[in-house]
């Protein structure tokens, strides 16, 4: 039973790992084209890339909720303007001589 469960762990993991998106394309491109180093040095800078993303997006995410929520009257105030904006803006417009 053991044995089962492990080449089932495999297998789900192998899995989850395979769908290679367009950064892993790109990065087994230029090693086929280019060699070893360019595609070590492009897996390097995909992988700083995510690491510098997830940094911001742990680290920061407070930051913002906090200036998003504080700076909420004048995010209203500019929608509302934006929205006015566009009602005019239709109001204004000549209608279609051929409908779609």
């Not at 909420?72 to 409908?99: D, R, V």
Request: proline residues 3%.
């Amino acid at each position: 039973m053991d044995i089962f469960l492990l080449l089932k762990g495999l297998a789900i993991g192998f899995s989850i790992a395979a769908p290679v998106g367009p950064i892993g394309v790109l990065v087994i491109k230029r090693t086929l084209s280019q060699g070893r180093v360019y595609g070590l040095l492009s897996g390097l800078g995909a992988a700083s890339a995510d690491a510098v993303f997830g940094l911001i997006a742990g680290l920061g995410l407070s930051f913002i909720t906090n200036f998003l929520v504080g700076q909420q009257f004048w995010f209203h105030l500019a929608g509302g303007a934006f929205l006015c904006y566009l009602g005019i803006k239709t109001i204004m417009s000549a209608a279609s001589e051929n409908p779609a």
